[in-house]
Nanobody, 122 residues
């Protein structure tokens, strides 16, 4: 079983910064990607950022480009999301995900963390 342990988040004023971290544990055969989605009340889940585990290429949702940065630590199987210039519209529950194969015979599937609240006050 793969588990994700998220940390960070909290309350910050507009223009401030926060850093989220996520660590994956459990036996896996191969990791494809890790990253973050977010979900605000009454809205659909939205892609925030992701990193390809093999290449290190990073990807961002349009609303956060230029303000957020994702980084990874392969050895520790962790990702961090540095969030700068935060806006009230960034307020949401941020969910970490990882796409892994648990054995060579199984397809990649996503696992999700419990989520961490980020609140940006105006």
């Amino acid at each position: 079983q793969v588990q994700l342990d998220e940390s960070g988040g909290g309350l910050v004023q507009a223009g401030g910064s926060l850093r989220l971290s996520c660590a994956a544990s459990g036996r896996t055969f191969s990791t494809y990607a890790m990253g973050w989605f977010r979900q605000a009340p009454g809205k659909e889940r939205e892609f925030v950022a992701g990193v390809s585990w093999s290449s290190g290429n990073t990807y961002y949702g349009d609303p956060v480009k230029g303000r957020f940065a994702i980084s990874r630590d392969n050895a520790k199987r962790t990702v961090a999301l540095q969030m700068n210039s935060l806006r009230p519209e960034d307020t949401a529950v941020y969910l970490c995900y990882v796409a892994v194969k648990t054995t060579i015979a199984t397809p990649y599937r996503d696992y999700w963390g419990q989520g961490t609240q980020v609140t940006v006050s105006s």
